[in-house]
T-cell receptor, first 113, second 116 residues
């Protein structure tokens, strides 16, 4: 079965600094990969997804992620963090034809002014 | 896209009672799901709500505890039965739109359940 690991429970950055959130997956074939964001009291919002093709994926809100097959990773990046980016970030993997995501434990992003 | 609403947004229930959560999607969708997010944890898929037939439950979840209805393509309910404090969680409704590589999964705002 597929699984997702987000090794960082909390990440603290200063506003304007760059950000990288780590995600590693376990699956025998090429998975479908997702990053979601959950703001306090809000539902999950899809930031970006990778199904195939270009391994560098652009998403909403200035986020991007890079699929690295050799490292089984799909790290999320943003060059300059804004205070409004403070939220919980979930990496997810989907397999098969249903694309139903299996979620990692999440990384809480704290942004200092 | 799809906009999903859930009712209630939160509730406090007594042990042994039940809570029914409603999920409404603003457009017809093929697949609807229910997830549980326990405090400080990730999302765990409870079941796929099938229109006109019994829901498909994931390992560790049973129909007697989590009965689900889906009478049409835009609405579903999840009941959490015989509540215990361990059921205190956020319950999220989700729906898929599109197909194949255009597939996208949307989530409702969640229902925060506290069991005393």
């Amino acid at each position: 079965a597929q699984s997702v690991t987000q090794p960082d429970i909390h990440i603290t950055v200063s506003e304007g600094a760059s950000l990288e959130l780590r995600c590693n997956y376990s699956y025998g074939a090429t998975p479908y990969l997702f990053w979601y964001v959950q703001s306090p009291g809000q539902g999950l919002q899809l930031l970006l997804k990778y199904f195939s093709g270009d391994t560098l994926v652009q998403g909403i809100k200035g986020f991007e992620a890079e699929f690295k097959r050799s490292q089984s990773s799909f790290n999320l990046r943003k060059p300059s963090v804004h205070w409004s980016d403070a939220a919980e970030y979930f990496c997810a993997v989907g397999v098969g034809g249903s694309y139903i995501p299996t979620f990692g434990r999440g990384t809480s992003l704290i942004v200092h002014p | 896209s799809a906009v999903i609403s859930q009712k209630p947004s939160r509730d406090i229930c007594q042990r042994g009672t039940s809570l029914t959560i409603q999920c409404q999607v603003d457009s017809q969708v093929t697949m609807m799901f229910w997830y549980r997010q326990q405090p400080g944890q990730s999302l765990t898929l409870i079941a796929t709500a099938n229109q006109g037939s019994e829901a498909t439950y994931e390992s560790g979840f049973v129909i007697d505890k989590f009965p689900i209805s889906r009478p049409n393509l835009t609405f579903s309910t999840l009941t959490v039965s015989n509540l215990s404090p361990e059921d205190s969680s956020i319950y999220l409704c989700s729906a898929q739109t599109g197909g194949g590589l255009r597939n996208e999964q949307f989530f409702g705002p969640g229902t925060r359940l506290t069991v005393l």
